[in-house]
């Protein structure tokens, strides 16, 4: 079982998480500084907020 890493969140997965693909479904672009870019999940928006520095969220629209 894998939990959540960020504060406050109390959010379980019943799998390890750290070695599994995410599941949830796509939301956000993120480029990195370099121009990595990347599609990703709300979840991974979030933690990508807090850990990355002169990275670029865009929401995907519907």
Known sequence: MTTCKSAG???AW???CDTAPCVDP???RLIE???V???ICGE???AA???LVDARLEPLTP
Request: with cysteine; glycine share 14%.
């Open 37 to 39: 870019e990347a599609l």
């Open 9 to 11: 969140c109390r959010r």
């Open 26 to 28: 796509v939301t956000h």
């Open 44 to 46: 991974h928006a979030v």
């Open 33 to 35: 500084a370099g121009g």
């Open 49 to 51: 907020c807090d850990q």
């Open 14 to 16: 019943g799998y390890n």
